[in-house]
């Protein structure tokens, strides 16, 4: 029985654990640091905490970080690749990935997503439901591109950055790393790294 250990018992964590099932990942189980108070998600059990599965990682036949927040996801990740923990990347059935693309260990891509010719995707990102990356797009480890946002050609994205639900990202621009770009944006111009933009056309959030 292929047996699927993920980290992080929250909503994403569900919709990681449905898409490993559809991948053919046969029994699924969360750790999570609210255990052992907590011991579902949904139809899954929560069996440990962060500090357990590193001593049951050989129980497992794979591993994977399901942690909303980019910073945190990669972090995490970033220990359990240091511990050679077999890190597994998983792709829904239903998403389409041109063969010429990449997507790094970690990564998880949901349904109804199309990643196109020569795009490549870092390690721990998040492809979220029916978002769109397309040809030659270089997307840095971690990276969130929410449900439904669009990214258009020869796009750069930086290390952590979050792409909101509904998004669009104009062809060739680059945004910076740990940047937020608000939920329905339109990303015409390059943004730098570390701020909050938002709107059509996306402004950066004075302050941010
Ligand atoms: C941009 C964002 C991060 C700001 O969050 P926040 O700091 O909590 O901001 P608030 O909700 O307090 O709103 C602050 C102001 O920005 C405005 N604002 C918030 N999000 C906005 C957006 N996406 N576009 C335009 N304006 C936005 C609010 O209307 C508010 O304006 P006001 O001060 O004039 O009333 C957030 O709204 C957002 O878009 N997150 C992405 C959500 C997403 O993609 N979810 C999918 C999960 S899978």
Redesign the pocket.
Known sequence: MKRLAVLGAGG?GKVVADTAQCCGWELVEFFDDSWPSRTRNGDWSVVGNSTTLLERLQEYDGVIVAI?NNTVRHGKLSELLASSAPVVSLVHPAAVVSRYASIGAGSVVFAGVVVNADASVGIGA?L?SGCSVDHDCRLADAI?V??G?RVAGGVSIGEDT??????SIRQMVTVGAQV??????AVVNDVSDNV????VPAKV?PG?
Do not use: E, L
């Open positions: 994403h909303g998040i979220n969130h929410g449900p946002a979050w792409i909101g639900i509904g998004a937020v770009v608000g939920a329905g944006a909050v933009v938002v709107g959030v941010s």
